[in-house]
């Protein structure tokens, strides 16, 4: 009987190390699949999440496939996916920068960076080694159940920390004390340092402790926010800026404006 192919999304978050551990080592069916884990990297990680994947390829023996969003050609969204490794991995923002070159900034009303540069990359990625209808594996807890793609099952995904290890946050925290090395990161960083995802208050945080950490930030707001760069752009005036209200990243580190209510954070801007 043939393998069935199971694709592990891996954020670099500590619950996603737990979901992949948990493959590998744990489940009694392992066996019976194929299995491909990827990270794709966009460059704004923090540092200490580039270095946690690393120590779980190294400490656990488990192959990691780090790949990077490059565009397919000077226009459109098609991707040609670039293999990299912990050396060679982008510490600038350079796939981001890449992706907003094409297809402008992307904001609360236009989110699609992560479909681009994670979604689109990895299934881009699978699709030139042949890894075709797998199935896919991403670690959401079970406190978390709010974000279960309600097409879970059309989409083939699976929450293996959901239906087949029911997990939380605090197992979560518990079971990284026992593991010989964790995941060392300010928590308001995240796995994207100044996601636009992230709510007001911790963005403020992050530009009282951090304020270095919004200059790439900045950058791409001053080189590319006056830009239309799709049609949805064309009645609206510039400058277009990622975060709430058009709010630029200056305005947010004066920290003058007001505090709206924390929203929810997705992994890929949590460390958990």
Same mark, same amino acid.
């Given at each position: 009987?043939?393998?069935?192919?199971?694709? &592990?999304?891996?954020?670099?978050? +500590?619950?996603?190390?737990?979901?992949?551990? =948990?493959? =590998?080592?744990?489940? $009694? @069916?392992?066996?019976?699949?194929? /299995?491909?884990?990827?990270?794709?990297?966009?460059?704004?990680?923090? @540092?200490?999440?580039?270095?946690?994947?690393?120590? !779980? /390829?190294?400490?656990?023996?488990?192959?990691?496939?780090?790949?990077?969003?490059?565009? $397919?050609?000077?226009?459109?969204?098609?991707?040609?996916?670039?293999?990299?490794?912990?050396?060679?991995?982008? +510490?600038?923002? @350079?796939?981001?920068?890449? /992706? &907003?070159?094409?297809?402008?900034?992307?904001?609360?009303?236009?989110?699609?960076?992560?479909?681009?540069?994670?979604?689109?990359?990895?299934?881009?990625?699978? +699709? #030139?080694?042949?890894?075709?209808?797998?199935?896919?594996?991403?670690?959401?807890?079970?406190?978390?159940?709010?974000?279960?793609?309600?097409?879970?099952?059309?989409?083939?995904?699976?929450?293996?920390?959901?239906?087949?290890?029911?997990?939380?946050?605090?197992?979560?925290?518990?079971?990284?004390?026992? *593991?010989?090395?964790?995941?060392?990161?300010?928590?308001?960083?995240?796995? !994207?340092?100044? !996601?636009?995802? %992230?709510?007001?208050? +911790?963005?403020?945080?992050?530009?009282? %402790?951090?304020?270095? %950490?919004? @200059?790439?930030? *900045?950058?791409?707001?001053? %080189?590319?926010?006056?830009?239309?760069?799709?049609?949805?752009?064309?009645?609206?005036?510039?400058?277009?800026?990622?975060?709430?209200?058009?709010? #630029?990243? *200056?305005? &947010?580190?004066?920290?003058?404006?007001?505090?709206?209510?924390?929203?929810?954070?997705?992994?890929? !801007?949590?460390?958990?």
């Amino acid at each position: 009987m043939d393998k069935k192919n199971l694709l &592990i999304s891996f954020s670099g978050g +500590r619950t996603s190390g737990r979901m992949l551990y =948990y493959l =590998y080592n744990e489940w $009694a @069916e392992r066996f019976d699949w194929n /299995m491909l884990t990827v990270f794709a990297n966009t460059g704004k990680e923090d @540092e200490g999440t580039y270095k946690f994947i690393y120590d !779980c /390829m190294m400490r656990w023996n488990i192959p990691i496939s780090w790949i990077e969003y490059q565009p $397919a050609t000077k226009a459109g969204w098609g991707v040609n996916p670039k293999l990299v490794d912990y050396k060679t991995a982008s +510490r600038n923002g @350079e796939p981001f920068e890449e /992706m &907003i070159k094409l297809v402008g900034i992307p904001t609360t009303n236009a989110p699609f960076c992560s479909t681009i540069l994670k979604a689109r990359t990895i299934k881009a990625y699978c +699709r #030139s080694l042949g890894f075709t209808k797998h199935y896919t594996a991403i670690g959401i807890r079970n406190d978390e159940i709010d974000r279960v793609n309600p097409h879970w099952a059309k989409e083939r995904i699976i929450y293996p920390l959901i239906s087949m290890i029911p997990t939380t946050k605090q197992d979560i925290m518990d079971w990284w004390k026992f *593991q010989g090395f964790d995941l060392i990161i300010d928590s308001d960083l995240g796995n !994207c340092d100044c !996601c636009w995802k %992230k709510d007001l208050k +911790r963005l403020q945080r992050i530009g009282v %402790k951090s304020p270095e %950490k919004f @200059e790439w930030w *900045q950058n791409m707001t001053d %080189k590319y926010g006056s830009e239309i760069k799709r049609p949805s752009q064309a009645n609206l005036k510039p400058p277009f800026n990622f975060y709430r209200g058009n709010l #630029s990243p *200056q305005q &947010i580190i004066s920290g003058e404006h007001k505090i709206e209510k924390p929203n929810h954070c997705s992994e890929s !801007c949590e460390p958990f």
